[in-house]
């Protein structure tokens, strides 16, 4: 079966510092990936997606990901974290089907 | 261009009732999801929509179902509720069912069973 799992269920980093969450797939086909945030009491937000075009993605607010095949693996990263970019985020996948499945969640905390 | 929305924002209920939670589509898009984000969980997929046919279900029983009219709005009817069905419930409307296309989210009904 298709799942996602997300590494590390809470990050905290301080202002400016390289923001790494990381996300593992398992799927049998080529696997669609997206990366949404959700802020407090809201919907999910789509950061980026990849869809079998350029391996590494680049999204909203300065967020980007890399798929890497070989680890089957797609960690979504950001050069510099901003006190905005703190929220809960979701890695998932759409292996072949139309549904999203999404990993747990991993907390961005940023501190001043 | 409005975007997805989802009414009531909140609702309470109690255990045995049945509820309806409602959902509009973003203008042009003609497939909506319906998921369910438990408390410190990522969404779970309930069923997806496409042009007023169920196109897909999640491991969710019957006692959830769910509707799409012609202008590609969406009910999730719940009957017989459970404590565990309290969620947030997560509308999500894309141009087609394709498993590359983007879902937009509304902002979700929050519901508690008592």
């Known amino acids: 079966a298709q799942s996602v799992t997300q590494l590390g269920s809470h990050v905290s980093v301080s202002e400016g510092a390289l923001v790494l969450l990381r996300c593992n797939y398992s799927?049998?086909?080529?696997?669609?990936l997206f990366w949404y945030v959700q802020y407090p009491n809201q919907g999910l937000q789509l950061l980026l997606k990849?869809?079998?075009?350029?391996?590494l993605v680049k999204g909203i607010n300065g967020f980007e990901a890399e798929f890497k095949k070989s680890e089957t693996s797609f960690h979504l990263t950001k050069p510099s974290a901003h006190m905005s970019d703190a929220a809960e985020y979701f890695c998932?996948?759409?292996?072949?089907?139309?549904?999203?499945?999404f990993g747990k969640g991993t907390t961005l905390s940023v501190s001043s | 261009e409005t975007g997805v929305t989802q009414s009531p924002t909140h609702l309470i209920k109690t255990r045995g009732q049945q509820v309806t939670l409602r959902c509009s589509s973003q203008?042009?898009?003609?497939?909506v999801s319906w998921y369910q984000q438990a408390l410190g969980q990522g969404p779970q997929f309930i069923f997806q929509?496409?042009?007023?046919?169920?196109?897909g279900r999640g491991n969710f029983p019957p006692r959830f179902s769910g509707l799409q009219f012609p202008n590609y709005s969406s009910e999730l009817n719940v009957n017989a509720l459970e404590l565990d069905d309290s969620a947030l419930y997560l509308c999500?409307?894309?141009?087609?069912?394709?498993?590359?296309?983007?879902?937009?989210f509304g902002p979700g009904t929050r519901l508690l069973v008592l």
């Open positions: 799927s049998s086909v080529p696997p669609y």
């Open positions: 999500a409307s894309s141009l087609e069912p394709a498993p590359q296309e983007t879902q937009y």
């Open positions: 990849y869809t079998s075009a350029a391996t």
């Open positions: 929509y496409y042009r007023e046919e169920e196109n």
């Open positions: 203008s042009g898009h003609n497939t």
């Open positions: 998932a996948v759409t292996p072949a089907g139309t549904a999203l499945i």
